[in-house]
């Protein structure tokens, strides 16, 4: 909530080296993220009546806001989330490949994980221009997806579970245009204990939502 800061990786800088380096983790984390947490609070500060809002209610319910306030809340607010969501699901060491429930799904639907990372990586690659390729939840499903600049799923709906920052700033100064070099290192650094905390969480709040309609 309002004022918000901007929390420390949870991890050092230089954890996910030599797949992403440590000059763009901390121009990401102190320039870039810091400047969405600045640019929110700005923002919020004219209006009391939103400082008690969360993220997450601040990007569900932007488009209730006034006309004026729409575009900054869901650039602002996005890209603190997005931010957030991004490098907490990142980690070294970890493993490569999802377990528990969340493989489960993958392969229903997908039919195995390098089938799912194929078409993932086709989805981040086709994304023109600035911004994010998700893995989320949708109604009891999974689904694909990118939101352009710094736009949200929750915003659509869906609960997100994963998701890679394709901007090119997350991966100019090592991979240069390459988003394809980036990606496949992507894979690499994917906290996949916390994808399936999130898938989990999902799945509890839908099946709570079903059961009580
Ligand atoms: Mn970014």
New binding site residues.
Partial sequence: MYPFVNLPLPYEYDALEPYIDTKTMII?HDK?LQAYVDRLNEVLKAYPGLQSFTLEELIEGADKLPKVLQAPIRNYAGGVYN?RF?FNGLKIPNRLEPQGNLVEMINAQYGNFNNFKEVFKNEALGLFGSGDAWLVFDKGKLKIMTTPNQNNPLAEGYCPILTI?V?E??YFLKHYNLRNAYVDDWFRVINWDEANRNFMNCLREYQQNNSTT
Avoid: M
Wanted: glycine share 0%; charged share 10%.
């Fill in positions: 990401h870039s931010h991004f920052d901007w700033h997350a």
